[in-house]
C-alpha cells in the first residue's frame, strides 16, 4: 500500500487535493440559462449531481470567479445539458473566457427559455431553489421542472484526472 500523508496546516494543498480529486471520474454538463438582456448563457461543469427524487433537485457549483454564473443566478432558471461523448469540443467551447460559446450552436429552447444543446444525452429545465456558498464556489440547488432523455444510447463525456475520456466497453 502506497500513499501520502495529509498536508500540515497552513501548506499550500491545492494541487494534491485536485490530483486526488482527480480519481474520482465525473460526467461533464453544460449549465445553460437566457439572461433578460445578455441572452443566452452557459458554462462548463463537472460538479453536477443528483439530490433528491422527491421532490427532485439536483446540484451544481459554479466558481466564484465565473464571469457566466452571475448571468445564470439573475435569470433564475437554468438547463443542464448532459453530454455525450462526441460533445468534448462543445464543453470546450463553452469554457472560452471572452468568446461568445453561442457561435455555431444551434439551440433550441427549453420551457423556461434556457438554451437545449444539440446532441446532448438529457437536459434537465430548472429553477434556482436555493443557493450555499462553500469556499470559492456557489452550491446552486435546482428544481426539476422539466425533463428528457435525448437520446439513451448515447455514452458520457466524462472528465478524469484533468482530462477528458471515455468509457471503455
Known sequence: MSGHQAPMAGEDHTTSFR?????????????????????????????????????PLILFCAAHTSSTWPSIRAAGRFCVNVLAEHQEELSRQFTARGEDRFRG?????????????????AWLDCRIE????????????????QLALEDAEAA??????????????
Open 156 to 169: 458520457p463525456l466524462l472528465y478524469y484526472r484533468s482530462r477528458y475520456a471515455r468509457l471503455m466497453a
Open 130 to 145: 436555493t443557493l450555499h456558498e462553500a469556499g470559492d464556489h456557489t452550491i446552486v440547488v435546482g428544481r426539476v421542472d
Open 19 to 55: 490530483n486526488v480529486l482527480g480519481t474520482f471520474a465525473t460526467g461533464i454538463a453544460i449549465v445553460t440559462a437566457t439572461h433578460p438582456t445578455a441572452g443566452p448563457v452557459g458554462l462548463t461543469a463537472n460538479s453536477f449531481s443528483s439530490v433528491s427524487l422527491t421532490p
Open 105 to 121: 450552436v444551434d439551440w433550441r429552447p427549453a420551457p423556461s427559455g434556457a438554451p437545449i444543446l444539440p446532441g446532448t444525452a
